[in-house]
């Protein structure tokens, strides 16, 4: 297997302190090999973030890292830097508008990328003041906090109560999301970075206790639904599920994560995780992370029926068991 | 109670089940799509099992069942006046469904990574 350098995506909105962060993470000892990508992916055009990033180049090349402010496509920008120096972590701040997704899909697909790094995180930036207002008004602050393996109030220290409301609104969409503060920038690395023995952050999201199928629906209708199944499934009957789930939910899926207790393999879980409908290499694990050996998907996305969604699997199974019955 | 009136009785629990599966199963979907209660309405149809997609005028669309055949469980959908057509998968069902309801709507393809499986 070979060794690839963790990609963490930091984004959230316009303001909400991204660049902030990045800047104080540079200033840290011992993470002087962080090449740090600015720039955004997808429709949406330079924006004001941008060019206060591009200011921050300077600050972050005095620390001895890289700051690249990227014109072209991800897979170039990550080629050149490695071809420039030795580096042993990439943070890629998007722009405040972007929606990261498109990044996820790029880093995961493309050949070179998906052998170079491996995405460690995503980490969003929700500003405690605006931050509840922001969720409601706009559907790219929605997207991030649906896509975001970690949250992180920013500001909170100007007003307490504003963090706490800042972090309910969070958890409206994302009540599986860990949640973290940052006041001034300052955050610890590991909240950015994967943990050391380079297991995704996705399994501990996945492995957590949570109740039986439901769903937390919002005004805005992106929401995080959660299944639980006990049996163990047919390996097919995952992708079919899988593939049903693109077909059928399609732009309104942005995301998948699962860890999959798999008939012909009991003993090692599958593990999913896809954003809308491009997905990782299936993962197998050597042993279950936990007594818990049910299969937990979290789907992130709109008009996502729990129930509906258990049905379908449910039904796939059946539907294979039948077809491979002696 | 005799073996037939126990198979009888245990066919059509299997049956009632088998109905309910195809008016979730479908209704969801609708759902999904965002027709159900937009365009389109489910009801039951005349045929045993079947449940019919109206449009928002009264006219049947489709149909759908699910029922018993020699290659087990299958699902049947007809389309207006067009001949039914019979698909073992409930997701290759949906897809044919889909396709005529709402045509123009953006369906993913699932697409793994090139990158090793770890």
């Known amino acids: 297997m070979t060794t690839r350098i963790p990609l963490t995506v930091i984004t959230g909105f316009l303001g909400s302190g991204k660049t902030t962060i990045v800047r104080e993470f540079l200033r840290r000892k011992g993470y002087q090999k962080t090449a740090v990508i600015i720039n955004e992916f997808g429709a949406i055009g330079i924006d004001h973030d941008l060019i206060e990033s591009s200011r921050e180049e300077l600050i972050s090349l005095s620390t001895g890292c890289l700051c690249c402010a990227m014109q072209g496509d991800l897979a170039q920008t990550v080629r050149r830097l490695m071809a420039a120096a030795v580096f042993d972590r990439i943070l890629l701040e998007t722009s405040g508008m972007a929606d990261p997704a498109p990044i996820l899909q790029t880093a995961i697909v493309d050949p070179y990328l998906s052998e170079t790094v491996e995405i460690a995180n995503v980490v969003v930036t929700v500003d405690a003041l605006n931050g509840p207002a922001v969720i409601h008004d706009h559907d790219e602050a929605r997207r991030q906090v649906a896509l975001g393996d970690r949250v992180l109030i920013t500001k909170s220290d100007l007003d307490t109560h504003a963090g706490a409301v800042a972090a309910n609104a969070v958890r409206?969409?994302?009540?599986?999301?860990?949640?973290?503060?940052?006041?001034?920038?300052?955050?610890?690395?590991?909240?950015?970075?994967?943990?050391?023995d380079h297991r995704?952050?996705?399994?501990?999201?996945?492995?957590?206790?949570?109740?039986?199928?439901?769903?937390?629906?919002?005004?805005?209708?992106?929401?995080?639904v959660s299944l639980r199944v006990?049996?163990?499934?047919?390996?097919?009957?995952?992708?079919?599920?899988?593939?049903?789930?693109?077909?059928?939910?399609?732009?309104?899926l942005l995301r998948v994560k699962?860890?999959?207790?798999?008939?012909?393999?009991?003993?090692?879980p599958a593990v999913v995780h896809g954003v809308q409908h491009v997905f990782h290499p299936i993962e197998w694990l050597d042993q279950w992370p936990s007594e818990d050996r049910s299969s937990r998907f979290v789907l992130i996305g709109r008009r996502l029926d729990a129930t509906w969604l258990k049905l379908?699997?449910?039904?796939?199974?059946?539907?294979v068991e039948q077809a491979t019955r002696p | 109670m005799c073996f037939d009136t126990e198979l009888k009785q245990n066919r059509n629990v299997r049956s009632n089940a088998i109905d309910s599966t195809t008016r979730d199963v479908i209704r969801g979907?609708?759902?999904?799509?965002?027709?159900?209660?937009?365009?389109?309405?489910?009801?039951?149809?005349?045929?045993?099992?079947?449940?019919?997609i109206h449009d928002g005028s009264?006219?049947?669309i489709a149909s759908v069942r699910r029922d018993e055949?020699?290659?087990?469980?299958?699902?049947?959908?007809?389309?207006?006046?067009?001949?039914?057509?019979?698909?073992?998968?409930?997701?290759?069902?949906?897809?044919?469904?889909r396709g005529h309801i709402c045509p123009e709507r953006e369906a993913g393809r699932v697409l793994f990574g090139q990158g090793e499986s770890r």
Not at chain 1, 207 to 214: A, I, M, R, W
Not at chain 1, 259 to 268: A, G, N, Y
């Open chain 1, 258 to 268: 699962g860890i999959v207790s798999i008939r012909e393999s009991p003993e090692s």
């Open chain 2, 69 to 97: 055949s020699p290659i087990g469980l299958v699902w049947q959908v007809g389309l207006g006046e067009g001949r039914e057509r019979i698909f073992p998968s409930v997701v290759t069902a949906l897809r044919y469904l």
């Open chain 1, 172 to 196: 409206a969409y994302r009540p599986d999301v860990a949640l973290a503060k940052s006041i001034n920038g300052d955050v610890e690395p590991e909240l950015l970075f994967a943990p050391a």
């Open chain 1, 200 to 224: 995704t952050p996705w399994h501990s999201v996945v492995s957590e206790p949570d109740d039986d199928s439901h769903t937390h629906a919002h005004d805005a209708a992106i929401a995080s």
């Open chain 1, 230 to 252: 006990d049996a163990p499934i047919h390996a097919v009957a995952l992708t079919l599920f899988l593939q049903a789930l693109a077909e059928n939910c399609g732009p309104d």
């Open chain 2, 58 to 60: 009264g006219r049947v």
């Open chain 1, 312 to 319: 379908m699997l449910w039904t796939i199974e059946e539907e």
């Open chain 2, 29 to 52: 979907a609708l759902s999904a799509w965002g027709t159900l209660d937009i365009s389109t309405f489910l009801k039951p149809g005349d045929r045993v099992g079947a449940f019919e």
